[in-house]
């Protein structure tokens, strides 16, 4: 599949954005959309993960309690609400798709990448 993100930006701390990942092509046999972060000179970390066929979200303790990953599938797209957004959450946040089923909180488990969407926090 093909990934597009947007809705990147530079916010104030406690201040809200949602992120957007279009996905288009075949999504058949898609099993999953993650969502990961990286910050300059930091590794890829997994944020959270829908699963494409029950919308079944999970997340990880960073962001859980303060974001949301939905879909619209009308629009084949998927969403990445952050609120209470910290200096901590700058990063480039990308989606990935995978079909398959295991280790989904890897970014190796993932073969389709959006280009990336860059979010700031100031304090």
């Known amino acids: 599949v093909q990934l597009v993100e947007s809705g990147g930006g530079s916010v104030q701390a406690g201040d809200s954005l949602s992120l957007s990942c279009s996905v288009s092509g075949r999504t058949d046999s898609l099993y999953a959309i993650a969502w990961f972060r990286q910050a300059p000179g930091k590794e890829q970390r997994f944020v959270g993960v829908i699963i494409w066929g029950s919308g079944d979200t999970y997340y990880h303790s960073s962001v859980k309690g303060r974001s949301t990953i939905s879909r619209d599938n009308a629009k084949n797209t998927v969403y990445l609400q952050m609120n209470s957004l910290k200096p901590e959450d700058t990063a480039v946040y990308y989606c990935?798709?995978?079909?398959?089923?295991?280790?989904?909180?890897?970014?190796?488990?993932?073969?389709?990448w959006g280009q990336g969407t860059q979010v700031t926090v100031s304090s």
């Open positions: 990935a798709a995978t079909n398959r089923w295991d280790e989904i909180t890897g970014p190796g488990n993932y073969d389709d």
